[in-house]
């Protein structure tokens, strides 16, 4: 079928050549009109493809051109990275309009409600168009950037876009901010947007020319000096002195309000503290004296200098030995709270602030790992979780989760649950103070009141809260399991040996 269609548009063309080169009208002229007729109702059902593909020319030879030879512009879209995320912030931009790209090639790191994702070409070729700016919000499925493919490029009809102009992308190049040249992070970028301050008027102060946070200040603060007064001549003689004038009044500059939307891992804690609040706490706190741990740790760094170990890798192997006693604690509730599932392992997180806001990143198998692995496991959720580079993984799967409130100050604090899990805890700062001595048993019924004298010691105490889903948790299991706790940390050396 294909065949004898293309036979007729070409016995079209044929015909309607010897037209344009008869010089008048002739009965051959009116046979051929007749033969245009009825070659035009047998090709009225040719597929529009096989026209709008096929060009002629007058005085030369026919030929057809197929749209899969020319280049073409593919509109890349943002793939769905699981976990029921439908919109992602467009952190860092690795490319600009113009530049080359080839398979797997970085094109840009947007931001989840729960973690950074790099994002890679699936094609060869040049950055046509960027759908988006630094900052804005990107939903899954829509267009992200628009790559013009090489030549031979298999692409798929559903992401090929219309050919577009080279001319247009020679524009888009020279258009292009200077200021894009610049080296400067997006917080950086965002923060002299907020100023007012062109970063082609800052000298960076970084590597390689940098401009950081603390570049921006100097030159706000350097531009807001007053120009210093020339020194005035004395007065002369002759002059009479007048009466100073008043002093006017000082005026108290404005400052203006400032808004901007919450996006991001910041929209991701509205979410979850709203439905966390949903559901009734109860808080139940003690204090631990962690005198014995604070002298195991210091022998620790004595014997071995290089070791950089906190206390948080004790608490969390020790919160481990007291969950095996206490699965319940360790267990997930559903939405509608009519199951609840214990878990095998114990996938303790830690709550970290980081510059985009509140992560709990989790250490996994908790049960199976030493102090020493657990310490490792910390740093390196602790290097990425400042680097912004936690991945989904590190993020998901937590069973209980732990918030170390006192590496930045503060005793007591009342901690909110991170669903679905059913307990959390908050730990104070580890202050040391006066304590009364325990009295041995025996000693308060030989004794007299009057005689009795309370003996004190210096103690390094630590406050514990915890807070716990009320409706799966009584106040009395969370007591019994700080209490086992508490007689962990307070004899270290069971957790050395039983590890």
Same mark, same amino acid.
Request: with cysteine; charged share 20%.
């Given at each position: 079928?294909?065949?004898?269609?293309?036979?007729?548009?070409?016995?079209?063309?044929?015909?309607?050549?010897?037209?344009?080169?008869?010089?008048?009208?002739?009965?051959?002229?009116?046979?051929?009109?007749?033969?245009?007729?009825?070659?035009?109702?047998?090709?009225?059902?040719? +597929?529009?493809?096989?026209?709008?593909?096929?060009?002629?020319?007058?005085?030369?030879?026919?030929?057809?051109?197929?749209?899969?030879?020319?280049?073409?512009?593919?509109?890349?879209?943002?793939?769905?990275?699981?976990?029921?995320?439908?919109?992602?912030?467009?952190?860092?931009?690795?490319?600009? %309009?113009?530049?080359?790209?080839?398979?797997?090639?970085?094109?840009?790191? %947007?931001?989840?409600?729960?973690?950074?994702?790099?994002?890679?070409?699936?094609?060869?070729?040049?950055?046509?168009?960027?759908?988006?700016?630094?900052?804005?919000?990107?939903?899954?499925?829509?267009?992200?950037?628009?790559?013009?493919?090489?030549?031979?490029?298999?692409?798929?009809?559903?992401?090929?876009? +219309?050919?577009?102009?080279?001319?247009?992308?020679?524009?888009?190049?020279?258009?292009?901010?200077?200021?894009?040249?610049?080296?400067?992070? +997006?917080?950086?970028?965002?923060?002299?947007?907020?100023?007012?301050?062109?970063?082609?008027?800052?000298?960076?102060?970084?590597?390689?020319?940098?401009?950081?946070?603390?570049?921006?200040?100097?030159?706000?603060?350097?531009?807001?000096?007053?120009?210093?007064?020339?020194?005035?001549?004395?007065?002369?003689?002759?002059?009479?002195?007048?009466?100073?004038? +008043?002093?006017?009044?000082?005026?108290?500059?404005?400052?203006?309000?400032?808004?901007?939307?919450?996006?991001?891992?910041?929209?991701?804690?509205?979410?979850?503290?709203?439905?966390?609040?949903?559901?009734?706490?109860?808080?139940?706190?003690?204090?631990?004296?962690?005198?014995?741990?604070?002298?195991? =740790?210091?022998?620790?760094?004595?014997?071995?200098?290089?070791? *950089?170990?906190?206390?948080?890798?004790?608490?969390?192997?020790?919160?481990?030995?007291?969950?095996?006693?206490?699965?319940?604690?360790?267990?997930?509730?559903?939405?509608?709270?009519?199951?609840?599932?214990?878990?095998?392992?114990?996938?303790?997180?830690?709550?970290?602030?980081?510059?985009?806001?509140?992560? %709990?990143?989790?250490?996994?198998?908790?049960?199976?790992?030493?102090?020493?692995?657990?310490?490792?496991?910390?740093? =390196?959720?602790?290097?990425?979780?400042?680097?912004? *580079?936690?991945?989904?993984?590190?993020?998901?799967?937590?069973?209980?989760?732990?918030?170390?409130?006192?590496?930045?100050?503060?005793?007591?604090?009342?901690?909110?649950?991170?669903?679905?899990?059913?307990?959390?805890?908050?730990?104070?700062?580890?202050?040391?103070?006066?304590?009364?001595?325990?009295?041995?048993?025996?000693?308060?019924?030989?004794?007299?009141?009057?005689?009795?004298?309370?003996?004190?010691?210096?103690?390094?105490?630590?406050?514990?809260?915890?807070?716990?889903?009320?409706?799966?948790?009584?106040?009395?299991?969370?007591?019994?399991?700080?209490?086992?706790?508490?007689?962990?940390?307070?004899?270290?050396?069971?957790?050395?040996?039983?590890?």
């Amino acid at each position: 079928m294909l065949t004898r269609y293309a036979y007729h548009n070409a016995a079209l063309r044929c015909v309607t050549y010897s037209l344009h080169m008869l010089k008048r009208p002739s009965p051959l002229s009116y046979q051929a009109v007749s033969s245009i007729h009825s070659l035009e109702k047998r090709t009225a059902n040719v +597929p529009n493809i096989l026209k709008t593909n096929s060009v002629s020319h007058f005085g030369s030879r026919p030929f057809s051109l197929s749209i899969s030879r020319l280049s073409s512009v593919v509109q890349f879209k943002l793939a769905d990275i699981g976990e029921g995320i439908r919109e992602v912030e467009v952190k860092e931009w690795y490319v600009n %309009v113009g530049d080359q790209v080839k398979q797997f090639d970085k094109i840009c790191e %947007v931001q989840s409600d729960k973690a950074n994702v790099t994002i890679t070409s699936r094609y060869d070729g040049t950055i046509a168009k960027l759908h988006y700016n630094v900052n804005d919000t990107a939903k899954v499925g829509e267009p992200l950037v628009d790559i013009r493919v090489e030549h031979g490029v298999d692409v798929p009809a559903t992401k090929t876009a +219309p050919v577009v102009a080279q001319e247009s992308v020679a524009t888009q190049i020279e258009d292009k901010s200077p200021l894009s040249n610049i080296l400067a992070t +997006p917080a950086v970028r965002r923060m002299a947007k907020d100023l007012q301050i062109s970063l082609s008027d800052v000298q960076g102060s970084g590597k390689d020319g940098r401009i950081l946070k603390e570049d921006l200040l100097n030159h706000k603060s350097s531009a807001s000096k007053p120009p210093s007064p020339s020194k005035a001549s004395p007065p002369s003689p002759a002059i009479v002195k007048q009466a100073p004038a +008043p002093k006017p009044r000082p005026t108290t500059a404005t400052v203006a309000d400032r808004s901007e939307p919450i996006k991001g891992i910041r929209k991701a804690m509205v979410k979850t503290m709203t439905q966390a609040n949903a559901v009734p706490h109860f808080t139940y706190c003690d204090e631990y004296d962690l005198s014995q741990l604070v002298k195991l =740790r210091k022998q620790l760094k004595k014997q071995n200098k290089d070791i *950089k170990m906190s206390y948080l890798p004790f608490i969390i192997k020790a919160c481990s030995h007291a969950l095996t006693n206490y699965p319940i604690l360790n267990a997930h509730v559903d939405a509608k709270c009519e199951t609840i599932t214990y878990k095998g392992s114990h996938n303790i997180g830690i709550a970290m602030d980081t510059k985009d806001g509140l992560l %709990v990143p989790n250490i996994k198998n908790v049960q199976q790992l030493t102090i020493s692995q657990i310490a490792s496991e910390l740093s =390196r959720l602790q290097q990425l979780g400042k680097a912004g *580079k936690l991945s989904t993984d590190d993020l998901t799967g937590g069973t209980f989760s732990l918030s170390n409130i006192g590496a930045i100050g503060g005793t007591y604090a009342v901690p909110v649950l991170l669903l679905p899990e059913v307990a959390i805890g908050a730990l104070g700062k580890i202050v040391r103070r006066l304590v009364p001595d325990e009295e041995e048993d025996g000693d308060s019924s030989s004794s007299s009141s009057d005689e009795e004298y309370c003996s004190y010691s210096i103690r390094s105490m630590m406050s514990v809260s915890w807070s716990a889903d009320h409706r799966v948790i009584d106040g009395a299991t969370m007591a019994r399991f700080s209490n086992e706790l508490k007689y962990l940390l307070e004899n270290p050396l069971q957790l050395l040996i039983n590890q």
